[in-house]
T-cell receptor, first 113, second 114 residues
Framework: DGGITQSPKYLFRKEGQNVTLSCEQN?????MYWYRQDPGQGLRLIYY???????QKGDIAEGYSVSREKKESFPLTVTSAQKNPTAFYLC????????????FGPGTRLTVL | AQSVTQLGSHVSVSEGALVLLRCNYS??????LFWYVQYPNQGLQLLLK??????LVKGINGFEAEFKKSETSFHLTKPSAHMSDAAEYFC????????????FGAGTRLAVHP
């Protein structure tokens, strides 16, 4: 089955630790995205990548970093510089359609203690 | 710049009643429009999309939406709500032509009560 996987589903970390969230897709999509979701705030774009080895900052990139070494993978690192990292993180991809529709993974809920 | 406004962060309906979730957008060029649904602790699932052609678009689970250019609206409707429709719904817009990011509305949480 084609789709997007995110792991783990739930993640707990101590304050001050970096943590990396995984996102893998087998849809052969060129573009991938990371969003942060907080209650009542909708989706906010963190980073996106249109092609391998290239990525751009979204609206709230501070305290986050990404890499895009393979087409299938777009991991997100939440660094200790992110002041309020507890949130639900969603990964998405697009590219199979000219209409830019995005397909989403199941999300990772990060809780920083 | 593109933007999306969803009127009403929370909507509550009775089972069997009409569902109407409102979405207005701004776009300087013809837009592509989308509705997504999110169930608790899950990712977003595409309900339907408008690209070109027929302005009334049918999606999954009995939902439909109508693109009204003159009103810059793309409201989502379902004739008869079911308990399983309780979820959060997001409207999104992207300009047509070339690569562009999706711009999401803030979301509307739909509650369905017996």
């Amino acid at each position: 089955d084609g789709g997007i996987t995110q792991s783990p589903k739930y993640l707990f970390r101590k304050e001050g630790q970096n943590v990396t969230l995984s996102c893998e897709q087998n849809l052969n999509h060129d573009a991938m995205y990371w969003y942060r979701q907080d209650p009542g705030q909708g989706l906010r774009l963190i980073y996106y990548s249109q092609i391998v080895n290239d990525f751009q900052k979204g609206d709230i990139a501070e305290g986050y970093s990404v890499s895009r070494e393979k087409k299938e993978s777009f991991p997100l690192t939440v660094t200790s510089a992110q002041k309020n990292p507890t949130a639900f993180y969603l990964c998405a991809s697009s590219g199979g359609s000219p209409y830019n529709e995005q397909f989403f993974g199941p999300g990772t809920r990060l809780t920083v203690l | 710049a593109q933007s999306v406004t969803q009127l009403g962060s929370h909507v509550s309906v009775s089972e069997g009643a009409l569902v109407l979730l409102r979405c207005n957008y701004s776009s300087s060029v013809p837009p592509y429009l989308f509705w997504y649904v999110q169930y608790p602790n899950q990712g977003l699932q595409l309900l339907l999309k408008y690209t070109t052609g027929a302005t009334l678009v049918k999606g999954i689970n009995g939902f439909e939406a109508e693109f009204k250019k003159s009103e810059t609206s793309f409201h989502l409707t379902k004739p008869s709500a079911h308990m399983s429709d309780a979820a959060e719904y997001f409207c999104a817009v992207t300009p047509s032509g070339g690569y562009n990011k999706l711009i999401f509305g803030a979301g509307t949480r739909l509650a369905v009560h017996p």
